[in-house]
């Protein structure tokens, strides 16, 4: 079953790629990596063609939870351990930057996108987490970042964070790309792509510069450490009354749930219950995840109606950080998001437009594709 959101909207209808064309940028993929990739090059006046093998955000992009949080999937004290507390820091200011953007594309461009800033929930599983969400907060906390704990719930709220409609918001940036100049092609797959060129099975796109931006489909066209991992949500129809406050996080970001202005309730994840069986790209349910998501569901609202079930494919990087630069082959990549996609594709389609003006930001070691 297709997810709630591609379920709302018709795709907008580009045209496929039929014969050979040029580029001054040629970026394949059409989620929002790509999306916003096109935007911001086209916006600094290079010309730029993208090619998507399906429509604009029918993969992993329109199948989200639609969070736009700041930091990674672990909380702060978990994400220092992990890379330091100077680099987690770092990458906690890209997200919050990537927020900053979100909002003011949005309004720039006009894109109704039900944009929310609700702030979200971390909920502790455990007593170590809930340790680790009380440090992490109170860390924070220092860095001028609002953040408060609800104890009774084991949980952490951060002010700051937003939620969206993702189709509505990666089409409406797509639409915006367009107008600063971008092509736009879907139905069009690449078979390969080097430095300087992309080929499709019916044209070639001879370019100055190829950014590929599949994200779980890496491996189909470059060499990189990306590898597809499944996850699936179920949402509900309209609930008239209020049941989840704000979009919640629980279980190291294993769980998620959140409900939209129209009272339909989302609830995703439990990936942690079937590891080793939510990987790959078939965009399948199964029944023993999807049970899980009822089971919650139920706890939480007997009564409501599930109107939709689906699965998206995720790309999971070696270290959970997104891959954005240059490969050895000279080919640029913005990919590898780890499940948190809209939490920085925004910002790192700007690291890329940045990049191919040769300008070096902070980021660009953190980020770059063959860090150790
Ligand atoms: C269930 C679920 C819930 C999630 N919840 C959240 C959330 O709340 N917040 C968050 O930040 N992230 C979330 N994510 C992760 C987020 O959706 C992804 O990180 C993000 O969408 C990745 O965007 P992308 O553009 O890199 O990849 P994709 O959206 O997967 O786009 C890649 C595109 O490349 C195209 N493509 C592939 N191969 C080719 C080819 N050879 N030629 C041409 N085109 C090609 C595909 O068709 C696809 O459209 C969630 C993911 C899932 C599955």
Redesign the pocket.
Known sequence: MTSIWLDEIAPDGYPSLDEDTTADVAI???????VATAYHVSRGGAKVVV????TV?????G?????L?AGVAENFVAAARRYGENRALHIWRLTEHNQRLVREIVARERIRCDLAWNGSAQIAGDDEEWAEVRESAARLKKEAVRVRLVPEDRSAIYDGDGELHPVRYVRGLARAAVKAGARIHEG???ITATKSEVRTDRARIRAGAVVV?????SQ??VRLRVRPVR???LATAPVARRVFERPAYANRGYR?WRQRPDGRLLV?GWRDTAVDEEVGEDERTTSRIQKQLEGFLRERCAEAEITHRWA????FSHDALPYVGHLASGVFVN?G?T?????F?TATGELIADLLRGEKRPETDLLAPDRP
Do not use: D, K, W
């Open positions: 394949v993929g059409a989620g929002v990596a790509g090619v998507e093998a399906r955000a029918e993969a992993a992009s199948r989200n939870a639609g969070f949080l069009t797959r690449a931006c599949v994200n779980a489909y189909h066209l996850g699936q949500m998620y995703g998206g494919t995720m790309g990919a998001f499940g948190h996609g809209m939490a594709a």
